[in-house]
């Protein structure tokens, strides 16, 4: 089996010979189902963001989730690698290149985001770009929420490795969970 991300991802491993025979089944079900309706979640704001969006509001709220998905803590800056080339990120925006790269210097300009390097931005000031994403309410809401119940279910029945290795040439960085027992 082989498995590919374009951004970090993680691999959760439910081996069942291995698992803590006291733990309830009902635990690993709750997990599995919350990560479905998080990926349900994620594909109805983004019919929302390409659906009902100005180009800037698409372009903000995309750089916004990014940020949001990235933040450890509250803070008003935060560094963002861009998970996808210029033109894979216009064709999921559903805008043309040259609009993106306009949009983004736009926002270079007004000293909301800078430039750190080719695949990766620092988002200057997040609460500006909140105000530019009518869909900042439910992409707050959403990464709050996951952050807080992937705690809750990690911190009872997972113990994080990360393997010593990683991929540096196409930058992923795997993460295994293995259920500990």
Not at 45 to 53: T, V
Not at 79 to 92: C, F, G, K, Q
Not at 109 to 135: C, N, T, Y
């Amino acid at each position: 089996v082989s498995l590919r991300a374009i951004t970090r991802a993680s691999l959760v491993c439910l081996d069942p010979p291995s698992v803590n025979r006291g733990m309830p089944s009902h635990d690993y079900w709750s997990f599995l189902i919350m990560q479905c309706h998080d990926q349900i979640a994620r594909a109805n704001i983004h019919q929302l963001l390409i659906g009902r969006l100005e180009t800037e509001q698409r372009v903000a709220s995309f750089i916004l989730a990014l940020a949001l998905r990235s933040m450890r803590k509250e803070t008003h800056s935060v560094s963002v690698e861009l998970p996808m080339s210029r033109t894979d990120i216009a064709n999921y925006l559903v805008i043309n290149c040259d609009t993106l790269s306009r949009t983004m210097m736009r926002f270079c300009d007004s000293g909301l985001i800078e430039r750190e390097s080719r695949h990766a931005i620092r988002v200057v000031d997040i609460d500006a770009l909140k105000k530019k994403s009518p869909l900042a309410p439910l992409l707050s809401a959403m990464f709050d929420n996951r952050a807080g119940r992937e705690r809750c279910v990690f911190e009872r029945h997972a113990e994080v490795c990360t393997p010593a290795a990683t991929d540096e040439s196409r930058s992923i960085a795997p993460l295994v969970l293995t259920v500990a027992g």
